[in-house]
């Protein structure tokens, strides 16, 4: 069976959503093999629940933590499997002292390290480089910050260039010395992958594509299936927009090689809009060469980008409420981690390079929405929010443009992820969060204002979560292109969300539920097939909790959202399972957990409001108990004389939040 063969075969099956019985052999399993290995023990036809971190820096990242650490892609892998690395306190001469650990392994990670400035770095913190002793890396290495701020702020122009007094003229210093760094990505991570038929580890090779025009973030992850990648990774200096971004690398990866990837968007809130529009402009319907564009954006990113990054360590993405052009009662859990909130005002300071020299610009910044024009200044927390900046208000969009132009532009699955900056791959707990970034290492640096949604404003970060038949690369690969894959916001909660015609009432109760699931529908990621006459969507909602480290159940919420007859944009959220009003809290003062909740929610939920002329999308939202955050925790810790203001009782900052799980949509097409 050749690959494009295999690939077909597999899709096949998985739109008809049959799991079919398990097979004996390598041949007859529902994932195309792409490389050499032995296949897992452990495989699974209806698919197993696989949790792991696809956004993770170390120390090759020009802003990362792990640049006072020493902590590089090998440790990261390491500490993804459950070793213990280098960490926060350093001592007087700037050593860590400390170590970390996870609890519990992850089963998959790639460690996405900028693209964008790894011969930079390694020129200038290499001794014995053509650069090392020049002015410009003697005053990249005086600190960690002024490091980042010399190159990041390249990446904040519309157009990027290297620098010629270190890269020269034509930057290709910095793209040579740029190979070491990449190959030692690529090697860490083909070191790391378990390639035996025990399948404990999966490690992928990616990159960061990072991108923030005007400060506002285009970020994406590009993953690779495997260990067939670019000479080095295509970066934003060279291709500044998505469209060129997917273009340089089908040149410099070709899927004739063998060479398959994604890109994945990550935390949209802070994009001002730029992150999905096309070049004419995302409300440019004005003309047939702007539609052209829009459609032909459209089409690339439905071949190239499945999924996005709903929850990081810089907030949610999932919803705002307010937008004037959604119509929705508010949601109140779209304030869980929200960094942005319409009519908010912050002062905040914007810091640049000019003539070789930090320079500090005191600013303040309102949220409101941005209408027909992009804005700036969404790293900081300010300017405008798009419709297309959160995930709900995105798929709308899409409805809208596929109404209009015939193709989905936000046909997207779910993940989310840590952003970690430190090498600490999944390391979500919010009762033993050592912080992601830099001066984050001790409770009362946590709890000060940071930068880019660092310190109070951040949060340990989420889990990406796919349905697999094994640990492989080429499994949780074909997952995450089927969209068959949903985010957590740290738990290891386990969502299965399936859409049919007529699935019996009385499912959940079936032993063989989840074959029934399949056979009958489509999971988490798919399109409804043909609609018989009459019928409305069925769908299979069901979620485990993390007994672990987590608290039980609340509640399950199936939110749908679709385009009226007048084509406005709608969304609703059923309670479906389990119920708000469960008494369940938190003791403020103590950090404790209180009230009963469910291991298990399940239930047959059909859409009572169906229309069948308008076209709508559907995904589960599965809900803990409340919990402490990590700030709540933080402040325990300190003497109550000595706490910070964020701790006391007027405090804005939420002492108590809801951990969740989102699962990837469901699509119905009239």
């Known amino acids: ?70 902590t590089y892609p090998d440790h990261a892998h390491r500490f993804a499997k459950g070793e213990a690395i280098p960490f926060f306190p350093l001592d007087d001469d700037g050593n860590p002292v400390g170590t970390v650990a996870l609890d519990r392994p992850l089963d998959f990670v790639s460690i996405t390290d900028h693209g964008e400035f790894l011969g930079e770095r390694a020129l200038c913190r290499t001794p014995g480089s053509p650069k090392y002793d020049g002015e410009f890396c003697e005053q990249y ?46 090697a860490a991570a083909e070191a790391a992958y378990d390639r035996s038929a025990s399948c404990e580890f999966t490690s992928f090779i990616g990159y960061e594509y990072t991108g923030t025009p005007g400060l506002s973030n285009i970020h994406r992850n590009v993953i690779f299936r495997n260990s067939v990648v670019p000479a080095v990774p295509v970066s934003y200096i060279e291709a500044p927009n998505d469209r060129l971004l997917w273009d340089e690398l089908q040149q410099s990866c070709p899927e004739s090689d063998g060479c398959s990837w994604v890109t994945i968007p990550h935390n949209s809130n802070l994009s001002n809009g730029r992150m ?68 908010q005002t912050r002062s905040t300071a914007r810091i640049g390079m000019h003539d070789g020299q930090l320079q500090t610009e005191y600013i303040v910044v309102t949220t409101e929405e941005c209408g027909d024009e992009t804005g700036g200044d969404g790293m900081l927390g300010g300017g405008c929010v798009d419709e297309t900046d959160f995930l709900r208000s995105n798929l709308l969009t899409g409805l809208e443009d596929e109404h209009e132009l015939g193709v989905n532009s936000a046909k997207l699955g779910v993940i989310g992820s840590t952003d970690t900056h430190a090498s600490t791959p999944g390391a979500t707990d919010e009762q033993n969060w050592g912080g992601h970034v830099s001066k984050e290492a001790t409770p009362e640096e946590r709890l000060q204002p940071g930068l880019l949604t660092s310190g109070i404003e951040g949060n340990p970060g989420g889990l990406a979560g796919v349905w697999a038949v094994e640990n492989s690369r080429d499994a949780i690969f074909e997952a995450l292109e089927r969209r068959e894959v949903f985010g957590t916001t740290g738990p290891r909660i386990e969502p299965r969300f399936f859409g049919g015609w007529d699935y019996a009432p009385q499912l959940c109760d079936a032993g063989d539920r989840l074959e029934q699931a399949y056979a009958g529908g489509v999971p988490m990621g798919g399109d409804f097939g043909p609609r018989p006459d009459g019928a409305a969507p069925v769908f299979l909602a069901m979620a485990r909790a993390d ?31 389990g119920t708000a009003d469960s008494d369940a809290g938190v003791d403020v003062s103590t950090g404790e957990r209180f009230g009963a909740g469910h291991e298990e929610l399940c239930t047959v939920f059909e859409d009572p409001d169906f229309d069948a002329a308008q076209p709508a999308f559907y995904y589960l939202r599965a809900v803990e108990n409340p919990s402490p955050r990590w700030s709540l925790l933080d402040c325990l810790k300190i003497a109550a004389a000595d706490r910070p203001a964020v701790c006391g009782e007027d405090s804005d900052v939420p002492k108590v939040i809801q951990e969740m799980a989102w699962s990837s949509p469901i699509w119905y097409r009239p």
């Not at 494009?4 to 390598?26: F, K, M, W």
């Not at 702007?290 to 993405?317: M, Y």
């Open 547 to 577: 007994t672990v480290e987590s608290a039980p159940l609340q509640r399950l919420q199936v939110i749908k959202g679709w385009l009226d007859d007048e084509n406005r944009k709608r969304y609703k959220v059923y309670e479906v399972a």
């Open 141 to 186: 290495r005086s600190s960690e910050r002024q490091g980042m701020l010399m190159l990041g702020t390249i990446v904040n122009l519309e157009k990027p260039e290297r620098l010629a007094m270190l890269c020269e003229k034509d930057g290709s210093l910095c793209r040579e010395w740029a190979e070491g760094p990449w190959q030692e990505m690529i």
């Open 276 to 343: 999905f529009r096309p070049l004419g402009g995302h409300h440019d319907h004005g003309n047939d060469a702007g539609t052209a564009d829009k459609r032909a954006h459209a089409e690339a990113r439905l071949a190239h980008e499945p999924v996005i990054e709903i929850f990081q360590h810089k907030g949610n993405s999932e919803c705002i409420n307010g937008l004037a052009t959604i119509y929705g009662e508010p949601d109140e859990l779209c304030n869980v981690e929200a960094v942005r909130h319409f009519g």
């Open 1 to 70: 069976m050749n690959f494009r063969s295999g690939l077909l075969i597999t899709l096949i099956v998985a739109a008809l959503g049959c799991a079919g019985p398990e097979p004996d052999s390598a041949d007859t399993r529902l994932v195309d093999y792409t490389e050499d290995r032995e296949p897992c023990t452990d495989y699974r036809g209806t698919r197993r629940a696989l949790f792991g971190d696809l956004h993770v820096h170390s120390a090759y990242s020009f802003d990362a933590a792990a640049n006072s650490l020493e």
